[in-house]
């Protein structure tokens, strides 16, 4: 698994880094085919101070691409919840690999 973490209006600190990839084993955990992990974490210049720091991720799995992004005012937090999405979402396109996969035919006598 490639996992890029990049900053926009923020350094990344070894701490956060370390977070970021602590919550993202979660995914790995349910889903073992993750080919691509993108972060985006910002601080954005907004007037009020509520929802200012913005996670966004993209995850690149065999056949499809998932995104989700979540704002809160505290960036651990929208960490936390920017990986509660993407579980979801993950658990969610394996279970339809699943559902898809047909049984074989049974023999008529």
Known sequence: MNLTISGHHLEVTPALRAYVTSKLDRIKRHFDQVVDVK????????????????????????????????THADL?????????????????????????QHEAPKRMM
């Open 76 to 100: 651990y937090a929208a960490v936390d919840e920017l990986v509660d999405k993407l579980d979801r979402q993950v658990v969610k396109h394996k279970d339809r690999l699943q559902k898809h």
């Open 39 to 70: 972060v985006l974490l910002t601080v954005e210049n907004m007037k009020e101070k509520e929802l200012r720091q913005k996670a966004e991720c993209n995850i690149h799995i065999k056949g499809v691409d998932l995104f989700a992004e979540s």
